[in-house]
């Protein structure tokens, strides 16, 4: 470790205490109505009773055996002295538990309150909880959390923990964040697009309150495993901290061959373990995505039936699963029962899962990228980074120690990356730059760690300027279209598709279409139902692809009366459903916030496409060869087949014009969620763009042809 910081605290390897059982207390909300939050996510809180029983006197031991417990006179120092500080501690050292805590505790916050941003929805929610529990209080009141679409504040509330999306969204009504005197950024490794923005924000906030002499800002950034030198640069040589010592060991084991199909290495680990390890060990493993987890999940149960050892609770856990899903992870299982959590990179820090002993890591990510060139946005599987493999090793050392069963080689492990790219190089920034300008900002001049590419802006700029959303890309000011779009907390594109739709007299059909989009598949196919679900998937098919489809889909399941039976019987996933229909919900009362007249297209379904066209017309395909399978081209230059999965996959003639949703790549590209769409269109919604198309030939000139509609 680099001498030239300073270092708190000693190893400290004493394992936490079971304690006496002294107190139960409850963290349910006793009156909703005095909170500003979404009632429906408190009630999500209130059921989850294994969270929110627990034992006052157990929690206060745990505490007093945490690394940074131990040095918290030193710490608190040090946080009084600066403030800017980056501080560095193991996983499960207690930093995003007992900053907040130990800076609440002395009141050093005053009037203010203190902010601790995560990347992740399920960590905010799940902290916020066991912090709540620590301070004998209330969820709601000293301590809560603001996630999209859940608030779960109030105006006692001190401590609050939120994802970074909602506080950059706080951050355009009010860009010097008055309301508080700490912001702690946790998990500054993850490098996510908001993460990188809040640190700039926070960064012009400090000194502005400075200037102006108002409350002070002390501003922690933390991290287990973050790239020091490049943070400590950018936030002006500020100290770093570093805690030494983790509250329980973790021992690595990489295979000592390369596995080609890591999912049946996972399968094989799990039930080799299964077979050898005690009951009360818990499995995390890391997959890439909710088909994945739920593949795994069934050939797990399959086998479950034939294998010996404990009986096993297979949970899933990924981004698309509604909240109250996401914390069944937390419930506690009988004993002589194993819990197998499969989760996505959503489990990889912050979170702390009690029983968890052993940690499958895949050793793979999907992940989100975009070519500034083409503007393509793409989905692609690849190798984690070693400090994601690190922060996946640490949910096993939380509350004993633990081992992290790595499924690719220590070869494999030293050849990765250090570090994850910063999203902010490899993603669409539109949305991001779309609240930089509503903030106030200058999004070509604002000072962020890594800039990203000159192209990605422009291109960002250009998009925002095609969707009507700001005037002028070279000084962009924003347009009254583009500040309601900031009403809503989805990407853009969407926004504009919600603000078109009444003039296509369809916002009632978009609005549930939007909300499905925004929640993961909504089939369920299960391997050994694989026929008999894709009979039923008939009923609900149309011709113009998958985007009718779906919206037939969410129409049937909001008339059906007995929801979860009728989704079974139709093979369809009732969380994504439900998920699907609280956030419509959360949309509808922003347009009728903003005065917006939810009229139905009823059978006129071109206008639907149409207005989806307005918000995705980058999205559009162009038929290219139909030989060995229909090939289509990207507005952005990119050959794509479509996805098995989709309606339109065999549809004869192919279509020779289609609107995409998603360009997945996997081992091929595949257009995913399409529909049908007449060429013409394009020039009728986004005349800008197709004229941008026509002058660099990456569309047919059939497009300017006149219609018969
Ligand atoms: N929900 C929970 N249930 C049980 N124990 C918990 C819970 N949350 C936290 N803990 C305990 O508190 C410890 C500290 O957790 P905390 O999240 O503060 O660590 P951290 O240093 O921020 O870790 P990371 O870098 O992984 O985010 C955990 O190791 C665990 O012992």
């Not at 010097?176 to 700039?200: M, P, W």
């Not at 030494?244 to 094989?268: F, N, S």
């Not at 149309?542 to 059906?560: E, M, P, Q």
């Amino acid at each position: 470790m680099d001498s030239k910081y300073a270092v708190l605290g000693k190893e400290n390897n004493k394992k936490n205490s079971n304690g006496i059982k002294v107190k139960r207390i409850k963290l349910c909300v006793e009156n909703p109505s005095k909170l500003n939050g979404n009632h429906v996510a408190i009630q999500q809180v209130a059921d989850q009773r294994d969270i929110k029983e627990t034992f006052v006197e157990d929690l206060r031991e745990t505490r007093k055996s945490l690394p940074v417990y131990a040095v918290r006179n030193r710490l608190l120092e040090e946080i009084k002295k600066n403030n800017t500080m980056i501080l560095i501690g193991e996983t499960g050292s207690g930093k995003t538990t007992q900053v907040p805590q130990l800076i609440h505790e002395q009141r050093l916050e005053g009037s203010g309150s203190i902010a601790v941003t995560q990347p992740r929805r399920v960590a905010a929610i799940t902290l916020a909880m066991r912090v709540a529990a620590e301070m004998n209080t209330e969820i709601g009141s000293i301590v809560g959390y603001c996630v999209r679409f859940e608030d779960v504040t109030s105006v006692r509330t001190k401590v609050k923990y939120l994802t970074d999306g909602m506080m950059l969204r706080e951050a355009v009504a009010d860009p010097l964040l008055k309301r508080y005197s700490f912001i702690i950024l946790d998990e500054a490794h993850e490098r996510t697009v908001n993460t990188d923005v809040l640190f700039g924000i926070v960064k012009l906030a400090q000194k502005e309150r400075n200037e102006k002499k108002l409350l002070p800002l002390k501003v922690i950034i933390m991290s287990a495993t973050m790239d020091v030198d490049s943070f400590k640069n950018y936030y002006d040589e500020c100290p770093v901290i570093y805690l030494e010592g983790r509250a329980h060991p973790v021992t690595i084991y990489h295979t000592k061959m390369k596995h080609e199909d890591y999912q049946y290495a996972a399968l094989c680990t799990i039930f080799q373990l299964h077979t050898t390890s005690p009951a009360n060990h818990d499995f995390l493993v890391f997959l890439t995505g909710q088909e994945e987890i739920e593949t795994l999940m069934s050939n797990i149960k399959q086998i479950a039936k034939e294998s010996s050892g404990p009986l096993i609770r297979v949970c899933p856990l990924y981004a698309g699963l509604p909240a109250a899903k996401q914390l069944q992870v937390w419930k506690k299982t009988p004993p002589g029962m194993r819990k197998i959590v499969l989760a996505t990179n959503i489990a990889e820090a912050s979170v702390t899962i009690p029983q968890i002993k052993c940690v499958i890591d895949t050793g793979f990510v999907k992940e989100r990228t975009w070519c500034t060139s083409t503007g393509a946005e793409r989905l692609r599987v690849g190798p984690c980074s070693q400090a994601a493999a690190w922060q996946r090793a640490g949910r096993a050392g939380r509350t004993a120690r633990g081992a992290a069963y790595r499924l690719y080689t220590e070869t494999d492990f030293g050849a990765r990356k250090p570090h994850n790219v910063p999203e902010i190089v490899r993603c669409p920034l539109a949305s991001t730059i779309l609240l930089l300008i509503a903030s106030g900002f200058e999004p070509l001049t604002f000072p962020l760690i890594d800039p990203p590419p000159e192209e990605s802006v422009k291109a960002s700029l250009l998009l925002l300027k095609e969707l009507g959303a700001i005037e002028n890309e070279a000084n962009p000011k924003l347009t009254v279209l583009g500040k309601k779009m900031t009403a809503f907390p989805i990407d853009p594109k969407y926004a504009k598709i919600l603000l078109s739709a009444p003039e296509f007299d369809c916002l009632d059909e978009a609005l549930s279409l939007v909300a499905v989009l925004s929640s993961e598949n909504v089939f369920h196919m299960p391997i050994h139902k694989r026929e008999e679900a894709l009979k039923v998937k008939q009923k609900f098919v149309s011709t113009l692809g998958d985007h009718i489809t779906l919206l037939n889909v969410f129409k049937a399941f909001c008339k059906a009366p007995l929801k979860k039976q009728w989704c079974k019987e139709n093979y369809l996933n009732h969380k994504n459903l439900s998920y699907a229909f609280d956030v419509r919900q959360q949309l509808l009362a922003i347009c009728q916030r903003l005065n917006m007249t939810v009229t139905s297209c009823g059978a006129a379904l071109d206008q639907l496409l149409k207005c989806l066209l307005s918000g995705l017309f980058t999205n559009c395909a162009w038929l290219r060869s139909v030989v060995g399978g229909a090939r289509y081209a990207t507005g952005s230059g990119a050959a794509a087949g479509l996805h098995p999965a989709g309606v339109l996959h065999s549809l004869r003639p192919a279509p020779p014009a289609l609107l995409y949703t998603e360009l997945l790549h996997t081992r091929r590209p595949y257009l995913v969620t399409v529909s049908v769409i007449q060429p013409q269109w394009l020039h009728q919604v986004a005349p800008d763009y197709a004229r941008r198309c026509r002058a660099t030939r990456t569309c047919p000139e059939s497009i300017f042809k006149p219609t018969d509609t």
